[in-house]
């Protein structure tokens, strides 16, 4: 059974079975322009199997699957017994999947989630492999429970034992970082897990475009992450060394002194020591989540862009400690630069693409693209087809697991997929089939335009709710609100001016004959007047719902020339809904 929340299309993936253990084909068939991942998973386990198992495609939870720096590179499957029927493990279950980053950072695992929601990570046996006839990346795992199953890409865990007699390892990951553990540093053997996580000059380089306080931060090391137990305290110091590249600025300079020694020998292309004095290495530790300066930790600076460093403090217990290592010329704010950095290695710029084919009108793709891959992803999209009137977002700033949230407003509405899931390893597409709620409308009309609006919900803000993930609080979505109370009109009548009533009237298109009859009711009060031209307008509007009425009005206040109470009218009105939803 495939259930997604982009299209929903039902179908039972079932085989039958030969004598012994055998490989069964599940699927689940959607049609959601997920093409690079097979709709598929497949089962080994003894005969009988098929009978008692199903199979579903849950990628309406795939926000859920995923926690930290994980990324989804597979779909979202469901595997359950039916009806309860007698079932033996272990089965082996196999995961198509698609990772396009991979590195020496980032491994690849099994993430499964069972009926209560418990979580285990499988290391795959093997990710490459022939299965259905197709060769491709497979992640195969023996398990022992059922539940949900999705292949991430998480950052690579090295667990190791530090012993007695000391230990120095260079990391897998990235052999330029050491670990020196010195005889004695515990007393008796301890488990220990470290992670790396890369920061690269652009995102350096993005993060301090934000704030000019960040300016002097010439360079970063990766982030180190450290996790030691309590029971056995730190008697000696770890020796840490991380690569940390010089200044970008210096090298520039360095190789225009280069270029100029071919004419003039007697220059040097080394830095002087004044210019590298000014220069800072500093050293920030994370603990629960708060990071610091390590103001008593001495920095050497070593060859090769490499420097090191000694800790002697204890760790909190089984809680991840996190190092970082900065270079900079003058003084900053260096905790929030390295709070902000965390937080900006999961975060993408997105844009939002709403864009049709010529030849189904009604039809209409919206896809969250990487915006440095927009050009590319919109030639790929125009040779599936796509070629009618293309309309995009500005950038958005997204994490992987948020989720985009559509609703309309004005007279179209839609069926199919409720948002857009984002994951920056996959293809975030969502097919929506647009109808007209009042067909007979008047499509010239300003108050029959479709509006499509999108409400970023972050995956921290989902929770199970049914047969899929739905926001904690329906009010995040900050859903617009289609009336005009009279008590808002009423204060909107009394700061119009006899020529802005005019005005306003034109804008509203109300007719020669309408403005009469509200002289007739009115008399000679300008805002009794006003209030009538505003009802009278609000009585006239067509029966479509989810008409934004408020921010009709203000178009017609700010071409009326009173831009101000446009503004003035939507804060009034925000306020009113906000007091609202808090009785």
Known sequence: KGQTNQENSDQKGRTSLGEADMENVLTGKMEDSQSNIPDACFIRAPMGVAEVLMCEVADAFSCLMVTGTEELVSRVIRVKVQDRANFHFPVTVVVPFCARYRGSYRDVTVKIMDGKRRVSYVTPVTTEG????????????????????????????????????????????????????????????????????????????????????????????????????????????????????????????????????????????????KETSNEQLIVLGSKDKQWTVLEKVMVRNQQDGLASFELTENFDRFVRS????????????????????????????????????????????????????????????????????LETSSDISMCEGDQLLLRFSGNITSTGGEGIAFHSQRINHLLVHLTEVDPFGNHSSPHYKGTAVFYKVTRGELEWRGDKAAPKDGKLLGDPVYSLPDSLLLWLAGELSEEEIALLALSLRLRRSAAQLVKLRAGDSL?????????????ALPAAPHQPKASQLAHCLAKSGRPDLARELLLRQAAATRHGSLK
């Open 130 to 273: 022939t299965y259905g006839g197709q060769r491709g990346s497979f992640a195969e795992v023996k398990v022992y429970s059922l539940g949900f199953f999705a292949v991430v890409s998480c950052l690579k865990r090295e667990n190791y034992t530090v012993p007695s007699r000391g230990l120095s390892l260079k990391l897998p990951m990235d052999q330029r970082i050491y670990l020196n553990y010195l005889p004695g540093a515990f007393t008796a053997p301890v488990m220990a897990q470290v992670m790396i996580q890369p920061l690269d000059a652009v995102l350096l380089a993005a993060v301090k475009s934000r704030s000019d306080v960040y300016y002097s931060v010439v360079s970063t090391s990766p982030l180190l992450y450290l996790t030691h137990p309590t029971s056995q305290p730190l008697r000696r110091p770890l020796t840490v060394t991380l690569p940390c590249p010089p200044n970008p600025e210096r090298k520039r300079k360095i190789r225009g002194q280069g270029e100029e020694t071919k004419h003039h020998h007697t220059h040097s292309v080394y830095p002087s020591s």
């Open 527 to 539: 805002s009794t007047q006003a209030f009538h031209v505003l009802a009278m307008w609000r009585r």
């Open 322 to 389: 996190g190092f970082l290592l900065l270079k900079k010329s003058l003084p900053c704010h260096l905790t929030s630069l390295a709070e902000e950095l965390e937080e900006s290695v999961g975060c993408h710029a997105v844009t939002v693409v709403l864009q049709h084919r010529q030849d189904k009108p009604h039809t209409v793709l919206l896809a969250a693209l990487p915006s440095r891959d927009l050009s590319w992803e919109l030639n790929k999209l125009r040779a599936q087809g796509y070629s009618g009137l």
